[in-house]
């Protein structure tokens, strides 16, 4: 793994040296070695993707890579060329070690590029907007953050110089829809400008503008302590659990698991790696990891939920990483369908990519988890 990465270091994300000319965030100076917030380094890998694993990563990507359709977007039923889809899509082939153009799956990763970047709204009253509306039935703002992160994921691996100027554009544009569409309160809702948030939300956007900033674009620091404020007031200050809304939404318990991964996520991502909040998010999350109903398909915050509380766990490191994933890890394994695919109550092809990136988190190929 250590090779693969130095590679992809080397080719792709070489071209990420103007990074360091943005605005710090919070946390981003620490002394090496400071606290257990430390960047994941390579032993916290060893052994965690297993030939079980590895079979069940091949079988779930080439189920996905078997169905994009004719235009490079993924997403089936009402989320029929979803942005949120099929950007987690291209990031599950990302999570592999691909690249535009590089590697067995570098074909459908820019396809899925030239997706977003052809469903960017570049007129109408919200400029730089990234959505489908055919495919999208819920909270357009989902789509919006899942699709920037993409872009900022992708950002320096595209060697087309047409495309990557398109990129380029289009990733600005994005970003400055996040920013201008953050509320009074500090967070965001379904839909640009809307003047309420949520921390469903809110997780989409701070860290899709912590990707964006890691790609070398300016983000206020202003803008990001304001989401912290938010953030940081949805969280029980007893249970540690974080209410979907800071002033009503839902409780702790198994209800609360989502919510709470997402609020620590959001924290990591504006650059808060300790403190009162993240250590008692974390302790809630080791004790409220939800039991699974080994019949049916899981409720539709499953995947949403593991996606968000196995990169807080990657990035706490210690026993919280080293008792969490084998866990979720043998669960999803037992979960994969005969076709390679996994199932939830929004479609295939999320469940499939957001299970991918999940078991693919100890090969740190994204440039979001290098922290």
């Given at each position: 793994?250590?090779?693969?990465?130095?590679?992809?270091?080397?080719?792709?994300?070489?071209?990420?040296?103007?990074?360091?000319?943005?605005?710090?965030?919070?946390?981003?100076?620490?002394?090496?070695?400071?606290?257990?917030?430390?960047?994941?380094?390579?032993?916290?890998?060893?052994?965690?993707?297993?030939?079980?694993?590895?079979?069940?990563?091949?079988?779930?990507?080439?189920?996905?890579?078997?169905?994009?359709?004719?235009?490079?977007?993924?997403?089936?039923?009402?989320?029929?060329?979803?942005?949120?889809?099929?950007?987690?899509?291209?990031?599950?082939?990302?999570?592999?070690?691909?690249?535009?153009?590089?590697?067995?799956?570098?074909?459908?990763?820019?396809?899925?590029?030239?997706?977003?970047?052809?469903?960017?709204?570049?007129?109408?009253?919200?400029?730089?907007?990234?959505?489908?509306?055919?495919?999208?039935?819920?909270?357009?703002?989902?789509?919006?953050?899942?699709?920037?992160?993409?872009?900022?994921?992708?950002?320096?691996?595209?060697?087309?110089?047409?495309?990557?100027?398109?990129?380029?554009?289009?990733?600005?544009?994005?970003?400055?829809?996040?920013?201008?569409?953050?509320?009074?309160?500090?967070?965001?809702?379904?839909?640009?400008?809307?003047?309420?948030?949520?921390?469903?939300?809110?997780i989409c956007q701070i860290m899709a503008l912590r990707a964006a900033r890691n790609a070398?674009?300016?983000?206020?620091?202003?803008?990001?302590?304001?989401?912290?404020?938010?953030?940081?007031?949805?969280?029980?200050?007893?249970?540690?659990?974080?209410?979907?809304?800071?002033?009503?939404?839902?409780?702790?318990?198994?209800?609360?698991?989502?919510?709470?991964?997402?609020?620590?996520?959001?924290?990591?991502?504006?650059?808060?790696?300790?403190?009162?909040?993240?250590?008692?998010?974390?302790?809630?999350?080791?004790?409220?990891?939800?039991?699974?109903?080994?019949?049916?398909?899981?409720?539709?915050?499953?995947?949403?939920?593991?996606?968000?509380?196995?990169?807080?766990?990657?990035?706490?490191?210690?026993?919280?990483?080293?008792?969490?994933?084998?866990?979720?890890?043998?669960?999803?394994?037992?979960?994969?369908a005969v076709d390679g695919s996994w199932s939830d109550q929004i479609c295939t092809h999320?469940?499939?990519?957001?299970?991918?990136?999940?078991?693919?988190?100890?090969?740190?190929?994204?440039?979001?988890?290098?922290?």
């Open positions: 793994m250590a090779t693969r990465r130095q590679f992809l270091s080397r080719s792709g994300l070489a071209f990420l040296g103007a990074a360091g000319t943005c605005f710090a965030l919070p946390g981003d100076n620490r002394e090496e070695g400071e606290g257990r917030r430390a960047v994941p380094d390579g032993s916290a890998s060893k052994g965690m993707v297993t030939a079980k694993a590895d079979e069940a990563i091949d079988r779930g990507l080439a189920y996905l890579s078997a169905r994009s359709n004719q235009q490079g977007g993924y997403g089936t039923g009402g989320y029929t060329g979803n942005v949120a889809v099929t950007s987690l899509a291209a990031l599950a082939f990302m999570a592999h070690g691909d690249m535009p153009h590089r590697g067995p799956y570098g074909r459908i990763i820019t396809n899925a590029l030239k997706f977003i970047l052809a469903n960017e709204n570049r007129d109408g009253i919200h400029p730089g907007f990234l959505h489908n509306p055919s495919g999208s039935l819920h909270g357009p703002m989902y789509g919006h953050g899942f699709a920037t992160l993409f872009l900022a994921e992708v950002f320096g691996m595209v060697h087309d110089n047409s495309l990557r100027k398109e990129l380029d554009g289009a990733l600005h544009r994005a970003v400055k829809l996040i920013l201008d569409s953050q509320n009074k309160e500090g967070g965001w809702r379904y839909n640009p400008g809307s003047p309420d948030a949520d921390i469903s939300v809110t070398g674009i300016f983000v206020p620091r202003s803008k990001v302590d304001k989401c912290v404020e938010y953030v940081k007031g949805c969280q029980d200050r007893l249970g540690g659990w974080f209410r979907y809304m800071r002033l009503a939404g839902g409780g702790g318990g198994g209800q609360g698991f989502a919510r709470t991964a997402a609020g620590v996520c959001a924290l990591y991502s504006a650059g808060i790696y300790e403190g009162r909040e993240v250590e008692s998010g974390l302790e809630f999350l080791r004790r409220s990891r939800p039991a699974v109903n080994g019949f049916g398909k899981p409720d539709m915050h499953y995947f949403y939920g593991h996606y968000y509380a196995v990169q807080a766990m990657w990035t706490a490191g210690g026993r919280f990483w080293s008792e969490w994933f084998p866990a979720v890890r043998d669960e999803l394994i037992a979960r994969q999320y469940a499939t990519a957001m299970a991918c990136i999940i078991l693919q988190m100890p090969n740190n190929y994204l440039p979001i988890l290098q922290k």
